[in-house]
Structures are given as structure tokens and as C-alpha cells.
């Protein structure tokens, strides 16, 4: 409760670095956004890394039931 976080895998599947763009979002029971998070992340050709991502953004951490995260990060560049 104190700290609370995802941890989420992105892959690069292209031949280059790139930078991603990672979407989450902190939902309650209900379903309504706690918290809604935008986070970049440099990615290695071909490889993959996994980001920590805290619930930033409201004060009712204990109210956070689940998270969802975009099934597909932008590639920034």
C-alpha cells in the first residue's frame, strides 16, 4: 500500500533501438481511472525489458483493485 506498482515487459521486435511509449492505467472495482500513467523506455533492437511502473496520481492507493495496460507501445522514434 505504500507503494504501489506494475510491472509490465515491453518488447522491441524491430531491428533498431527504439523508444516506447508505455500506457497505464490504475482502475478501482468500479472501473474508474485512479491513476493514469505515460511512461517512455529505450528498448534494444530485438530485445526486451521490464519497467516498474507506480500508481502515481491519487491519494486512495487502497482503493486500486487492478491495472490495465495497452496490449501495444508506440514507438516514440
Do not use: S
Not at 510491472?7 to 497505464?24: A, I, L, S
Not at 492505467?25 to 481511472?33: D, L, S
Not at 511512461?39 to 491519494?59: E, F, M, S
Amino acid at each position: 500500500m505504500a507503494d504501489p506498482y506494475a510491472t509490465v515487459e515491453v518488447r522491441n521486435p524491430n531491428g533498431r533501438v527504439g523508444v516506447f511509449t508505455v500506457k497505464t492505467r490504475f482502475k478501482n472495482e468500479q472501473g474508474y481511472t485512479m491513476a493514469d500513467t505515460g511512461n517512455q523506455v529505450q528498448i534494444p533492437a530485438n530485445d526486451k525489458t521490464t519497467l516498474r511502473i507506480p500508481a502515481i496520481g491519487t491519494g486512495r492507493v487502497d482503493e486500486i483493485a487492478h491495472c490495465d495496460v495497452d496490449p501495444r507501445a508506440v514507438a516514440d522514434w
